[in-house]
């Protein structure tokens, strides 16, 4: 069973920066896939960015240029930083690593005030 924490979300103007950290209660090196996941109310829940074992990396439109997704082998940590945050980036992102089965975190919000 992995356990996976998120943290670094909150409140920020239009524009500014957060940098999100997942923790995971083991070694990261075994997951195929990790990823960043966010959901904002009434919408279907999106796939933000996500970054392989051999750290290739994948964008959603929307966040190419402003997001950019990493990995610390070494912290098990997971990491995904935004900057020039918009409103519609408002929403409950998630963690998410996949082996043979695929685990998730609790969630933390962020929101963008205009």
């Known amino acids: 069973q992995v356990q996976l924490v998120e943290s670094g979300g909150g409140l920020v103007q239009a524009g500014g920066s957060l940098r999100l950290s997942c923790a995971a209660s083991?070694?990261?090196?075994?997951?195929?896939?990790m990823g960043w996941y966010r959901q904002a109310p009434g919408k279907q829940r999106e796939l933000v960015a996500q970054?392989?074992?051999?750290?290739?990396?994948y964008y959603g439109d929307s966040v190419k240029g402003r997001f950019t997704i990493s990995r610390d082998n070494a912290k098990n940590t997971l990491y995904l930083q935004m900057i020039s945050l918009k409103p519609d980036d408002t929403a409950v992102y998630y963690c998410?690593?996949?082996?043979?089965?695929?685990?998730w975190g609790q969630g933390t919000q962020v929101t963008v005030s205009s």
């Open positions: 998410s690593v996949y082996s043979s089965t695929s685990y």
């Open positions: 083991g070694s990261i090196l075994s997951f195929s896939f």
């Open positions: 970054i392989t074992s051999g750290d290739n990396t």
